[in-house]
C-alpha cells in the first residue's frame, strides 16, 4: 500500500542495548524527518534528511544515528538505549520542505 | 530563544460550542505556520496552513485560523465542535532554518 509506514508499532528494549526504527514512504518525497514525542513537550525534531545521504540535526539529536541510503527508507537507530528514550517516536515525510508532513502511525519505545 | 508557544494544555469544551485555540511564536520574520490534530493513537493530521496572503486560512473539518503579526499569533477556530473534535492539537512554524517546530499541544475534551 501507498503511504508511509513505520515499524515495529512497539518496542520494548533494555538500557545499553541498539535499537533501530524503521521508516518507509512510497512517494519519492524529497525530505524525511524523526520526531519523538513527549508528554509537555509535543513533538520535537531529531534528525531530517533533505534527500538521499543528506541527513542533519534538529532540536534533540543526542543518542541517536540515522542514515538515508535509499529515498524511501530512514531509519533511525538507537545506538545505547537509555531510560529518557522512552517516547513515542513519529516519522514524517514531505515532497518540499515548506509543504505538509505525512506521518506515520507511530513507534511506541520503552526503554527498561 | 526562538519558540512557539500554545498557553493552553487541555481545553474542555461542550459540544456544539465554539473553540479557540492559541499559538503565539516568537520567531523574527513571518515563518510558516501550520496546525495538526493528532487523533489518539495516530500520526498527526494537517488541519491548516499559512504561507501568506489572507490573514484568514480555511482548513479541513471546519477549521479557521487567523494569522495577526502584530500579536505573533496563529490562533485556530471552529464554531461549532463535534465530539469527534475530540483531539490533540500542535500548532508548527517553518522559521528561517527550515526546521519545522511544534508547540506543546493542546488537548480537546469534548463533553455532551
Known amino acids: 500500500d501507498a503511504g508511509i509506514t513505520q515499524s515495529p508499532r512497539y518496542k520494548i528494549t533494555e538500557t545499553g542495548r541498539q535499537v533501530t526504527l524503521m521508516c518507509h514512504q512510497t512517494w519519492s518525497h524529497s525530505y524525511m524527518f524523526w520526531y519523538r514525542q513527549d508528554l509537555g513537550h509535543g513533538l520535537r525534531l531529531i534528525y531530517y534528511?533533505?534527500?538521499?545521504?543528506?541527513?542533519d540535526k534538529g532540536e534533540v539529536p543526542d543518542g541517536y544515528v540515522v542514515s538515508r541510503s535509499k529515498t524511501e527508507n530512514f531509519p533511525l537507530t538507537l545506538e545505547s538505549a537509555t531510560r529518557s528514550q522512552t517516547s513515542v517516536y513519529f516519522c514524517?515525510?514531505?515532497?518540499?520542505?515548506?509543504?505538509?508532513?505525512?506521518f506515520g502511525s507511530g513507534t511506541q519505545l520503552s526503554v527498561l | 530563544a526562538q519558540s512557539v508557544t500554545q498557553p493552553d494544555i487541555h481545553i474542555t469544551v461542550s459540544e456544539g460550542a465554539s473553540l479557540e485555540l492559541r499559538c503565539n511564536y516568537s520567531?523574527?520574520?513571518?515563518?510558516?505556520l501550520f496546525w495538526y490534530v493528532q487523533s489518539p493513537g495516530q500520526g498527526l493530521q494537517l488541519l491548516l496552513k499559512y504561507f501568506s496572503g489572507d490573514t484568514l486560512v480555511q482548513g479541513i473539518k471546519g477549521f479557521e485560523a487567523e494569522f495577526k503579526r502584530s500579536q505573533s499569533s496563529f490562533n485556530l477556530r471552529k464554531p461549532s465542535v463535534h465530539w469527534s473534535d475530540a483531539a490533540e492539537y500542535f500548532c508548527a512554524v517553518i522559521p528561517n532554518d527550515y526546521k519545522l517546530s511544534f508547540g506543546a499541544g493542546t488537548t480537546v475534551t469534548v463533553r455532551a
Open positions: 534528511s533533505a534527500a538521499a545521504d543528506i541527513t
Open positions: 514524517a515525510s514531505s515532497p518540499h520542505i515548506n509543504e505538509k508532513l505525512f
Open positions: 520567531y523574527g520574520a513571518t515563518p510558516y
